[in-house]
């Protein structure tokens, strides 16, 4: 995946959350399904931003940005903790 594509999903990861904050306005979902579903969509958006760090880090030390591999999300979520 290039940083073009990572950051294409960025946006439509992006697209998807305000999509789903419109349907909740909207009363068309509640509210335990616009958590769990935004979990989600948050999840998902940390891996990109992860994987494109790495990228990144990558490129700078001379490495192959190419040889970046997605984390599982326990890996990226656990980094704080």
């Known amino acids: 995946m ?4 990572i950051l294409g999903t960025v946006r439509s990861l992006v697209d998807q959350e305000h999509a789903l904050r419109a349907r909740r306005a909207a009363g068309d979902i509640d509210s335990q399904d616009e ?6 969509l948050e999840e998902a958006l940390d891996q990109c931003w992860d994987l494109l760090r790495q990228r990144r880090a990558k490129s700078e030390f001379g490495e192959n940005p190419d040889a970046a591999e997605a984390r599982p999300v326990k890996t990226v979520e656990g980094y704080l903790q």
């Open 35 to 40: 958590h769990a579903q935004l979990q989600q």
């Open 2 to 5: 290039t940083e073009h594509d």
